[in-house]
């Protein structure tokens, strides 16, 4: 079992910058493939980050590319979603997953691949 908590989240200005953290605790985070999704109100739940375990391959929702950066730390157990430039259409409630994956180049960008979830962090980005 891995147990993911979401933190960092909050009211923002548009315009302004929020990080994500996402503390990973249980089996060996670092052969984790980690994520980050978002659901806003009436909305499905949509990627936004993807990152391997090696760290060294990331992938982007296009609505994010260029203002959102993952990142991870390894002997902190921790992934990182850096917001930048945020807008209002960013509100939602975020949300971590993590899956064992095999090779450090992996990522995934479907939610139905990730087997553990986090509870997930308000982000509010005011106009």
């Known amino acids: 079992q891995v147990q993911l908590v979401e933190s960092g989240g909050g009211l923002v200005q548009a315009g302004g910058s929020l990080r994500l953290s996402c503390a990973a605790s249980?089996?060996?985070?670092?052969?984790?493939?980690m994520g980050w999704f978002r659901q806003a109100p009436g909305k499905e739940r949509e990627f936004v980050a993807a990152?391997?375990?090696?760290?060294?391959?990331?992938y982007y929702a296009d609505s994010v590319k260029g203002r959102f950066t993952i990142s991870r730390d390894n002997a902190k157990n921790t992934v990182y979603l850096q917001m930048n430039s945020l807008k209002p259409e960013d509100t939602a409630v975020y949300r971590c997953?993590?899956?064992?994956?095999?090779?450090?180049?992996?990522?995934?960008?479907?939610?139905?691949?990730?087997?553990?979830w986090g509870q997930g962090t308000q982000v509010t980005v005011s106009s």
């Open positions: 997953a993590a899956v064992a994956a095999y090779s450090s180049g992996t990522y995934y960008y479907s939610d139905y691949e990730y087997t553990y």
């Open positions: 249980g089996r060996t985070f670092s052969n984790y493939a």
């Open positions: 990152g391997s375990w090696g760290g060294r391959r990331t």
